[in-house]
């Protein structure tokens, strides 16, 4: 109940192209969902977050879409760029409770 | 922009021996966690910290671990006697007060090796 899948475990993308990473949940409970990107050798840094009554947010080339209905989100990365390689982990909440429930992660290699 | 450090950055230590991580949450920030990492691994939630006295803790901080705010600015994280299985990467973090859509920060961590 308190887990969130993700998925891919790894991707590689052109540069130029588009990243999509995908995340599930179980409780509905949940109501903010937050993405975070880290570098290696770094701490987790919020890249862009969404709550669930909004389907979609774009923050630059970093959307969130969000289907509350399949309990599903995933981030999309448009025009992929080397800089963005990095692991990519989603994350849920319940406010209230502060204590975020992380993905799996996701490594993301953006080829030149 | 304001943000979390830790000290020590890395740290090799025997197991059974006592460690003491140290963290300076942003200044106006009133709660503060725990996390770790294994490597390879996803993160994970140890514990928070408000109004100086626990607010959760997981399943994984046991009575090995002690967390504490000893003055204004610091928050430490204690692990008495230290396992093999201990060894992670820890961050730091710290929020706002409670609200819809706050944002949780965390430190560059604080890489455990027991060896």
């Known amino acids: 109940q308190q887990q969130v899948k993700q998925s891919p475990q790894s991707l590689i993308v052109q540069k130029g192209g588009i990243s999509i990473i995908n995340c599930a949940y179980e409780?509905?409970?949940?109501?903010?969902f937050p993405w975070y990107q880290q570098f290696p050798g770094k701490g987790p840094a919020l890249l862009i977050a969404?709550?669930?009554?909004?389907s979609e947010k774009k923050e630059g080339r970093f959307t969130i879409s969000f289907n509350k209905s399949a309990k599903q989100f995933s981030l999309h990365i448009m025009d992929s760029q080397p800089g963005d390689s990095a692991t990519y982990f989603c994350?849920?909440?319940?406010?209230?409770?502060?204590?975020?429930?992380f993905g799996t992660g996701t490594r993301l290699l953006v080829s030149p | 922009e304001p943000e979390v450090t830790q000290t020590p950055s890395h740290q090799v230590t025997q197991m059974g021996q006592e460690v003491i991580l140290r963290c300076v949450p942003i200044?106006?920030?009133?709660?503060f966690y725990w996390y770790r990492q294994i490597l390879g691994q996803k993160v994970e939630f140890l514990v928070s910290?408000?109004?100086?006295?626990?607010?959760?803790k997981s399943e994984i901080f046991d009575d090995q671990f002690s967390v504490e705010r000893p003055d204004g600015s610091n928050f430490t994280l204690k692990i008495r006697s230290t396992k093999l299985e201990d060894s992670a990467m820890y961050f730091c973090?710290?929020?706002?007060?409670?609200?819809?859509?706050?944002?949780?920060?965390f430190g560059e961590g604080s890489w455990l090796t027991v060896v």
């Open positions: 973090a710290s929020s706002t007060p409670r609200g819809r859509g706050n944002t949780i920060y």
């Open positions: 409780n509905t409970a949940f109501d903010y």
């Open positions: 969404i709550r669930p009554d909004v």
């Open positions: 994350a849920a909440l319940i406010t209230g409770f502060q204590k975020l429930v």
């Open positions: 910290f408000y109004n100086n006295e626990i607010s959760e």
């Open positions: 200044s106006n920030h009133l709660y």
